[in-house]
């Protein structure tokens, strides 16, 4: 049974830094991909960067590109999102998600979530 727990969401001011993790159980994660994605109120869940765990390439929506960063620590299983620059716009609950294969296309597996909250 595989599980995410996310970890590291708080209140920041605008343009502070936050580091997410996502700590990962249940399987070896070789093979998989591992996203991370936000949610607002009243909108759906939108991508924010992924990794591909055995190759560590990235990538992310043009919001994010420069201030996020994507990476996993493979010893402690563990996925990091760090954010910086961050914005009022960015304010939302931070999901990170797992499914095998490359990082495009539909995630099998989530944690509960993070709030992040962003400070003008």
């Known amino acids: 049974q595989v599980q995410l727990v996310e970890s590291g969401g708080g209140l920041v001011q605008d343009g502070g830094s936050l580091r997410l993790s996502c700590a990962a159980s249940?399987?070896?994660?070789?093979?998989?991909?591992m996203g991370w994605f936000r949610q607002t109120p009243g909108k759906g869940r939108s991508f924010v960067g992924a990794?591909?765990?055995?190759?560590?390439?990235?990538h992310y929506t043009d919001s994010v590109k420069g201030r996020f960063t994507i990476s996993r620590d493979n010893a402690k299983n563990t996925v990091y999102l760090q954010m910086n620059s961050l914005k009022s716009e960015d304010t939302a609950v931070y999901y990170c998600?797992?499914?095998?294969?490359?990082?495009?296309?539909?995630?099998?597996?989530w944690g509960q979530g993070t709030q992040v909250t962003v400070s003008s």
């Open positions: 249940g399987r070896t994660f070789s093979g998989f991909s």
């Open positions: 998600a797992a499914k095998r294969g490359g990082t495009m296309g539909l995630y099998d597996y």
């Open positions: 990794i591909n765990w055995n190759t560590r390439s990235t």
